[in-house]
C-alpha cells in the first residue's frame, strides 16, 4: 500500500512539474511600444559599452554609427526629408505616457521643437552599462549631426527645463 500511494504522488508531483503550461501574454500596443523603446535604449547603451570595453571612445561610437545610419536616409530629400525624419524618429520614441512633441518655431529654412527627454531616467543612479548620461546624450548628438550634413542640414540639441531636449534643425 505504502509503495503504491507512492507511487501515485510521484506521478501526481511528476504531472506539476513536467505538465507546466506557459501561456503568452497579453500586452496593448502601448505597453509593446514602450518595452521596444526602452529594448532599443538598452541596445544603444550596450553598443557603446561593448565598444568601451574594446578601447574606443563613445565619441568614435558615435562617429562610426552616424557614418553606418546616414547611408539608410535618402539625400535627394534634402533638409525636408530630414526634417521629417527626425520628427519621425523622436515620435516614435516618445512613450504613450509622455506629453507629445511641441514644435516651437518652423520657417522654411528651420525648426525649432521639444521631446520630453525619455532616456534620463535611465542614468538615475549613475551610468548605465558603464556609459554615462553625457556619453548617451552625445552619442545621440553626434549621430544625428552626421547623419544632418549627409542630408543638408545643420543639427543641434540642448536640454531645457523638465527633461526636455530642445531640437533645432537648420537648413544649409
Not at 19 to 36: A, L
Request: proline content about 1%; charged content about 25%.
Amino acid at each position: 500500500m505504502k509503495k503504491l500511494l507512492f507511487t501515485l504522488s510521484f506521478l501526481l508531483c511528476l504531472t506539476f512539474v513536467f505538465g507546466q503550461n506557459f501561456t503568452v501574454p497579453e500586452r496593448t500596443i502601448e505597453q509593446k511600444h514602450n518595452r521596444v523603446v526602452w529594448q532599443t535604449y538598452g541596445i544603444i547603451i550596450s553598443e557603446m559599452s561593448y565598444a568601451k570595453s574594446l578601447g574606443k571612445t563613445a565619441e568614435e561610437v558615435s562617429i562610426y554609427t552616424g557614418n553606418l545610419f546616414k547611408t539608410g536616409w535618402n539625400q535627394e530629400g534634402g533638409f525636408e526629408s530630414f526634417v521629417k525624419g527626425v520628427l519621425f524618429n523622436f515620435e516614435s520614441f516618445r512613450l504613450a505616457s509622455e506629453p507629445a512633441i511641441e514644435i516651437l518655431q518652423q520657417s522654411e529654412n528651420q525648426i525649432i521643437f521639444k521631446v520630453k527627454n525619455t532616456s534620463k531616467s535611465l542614468f538615475e543612479k549613475g551610468d548605465y552599462y558603464e556609459v554615462s548620461y553625457e556619453e548617451f546624450n552625445n552619442w545621440l548628438l553626434k549621430v544625428y549631426q552626421i547623419i544632418a550634413e549627409h542630408m543638408g542640414a545643420i543639427y543641434e540639441q540642448k536640454e531645457i527645463e523638465d527633461d526636455w531636449i530642445e531640437i533645432t534643425i537648420t537648413k544649409k
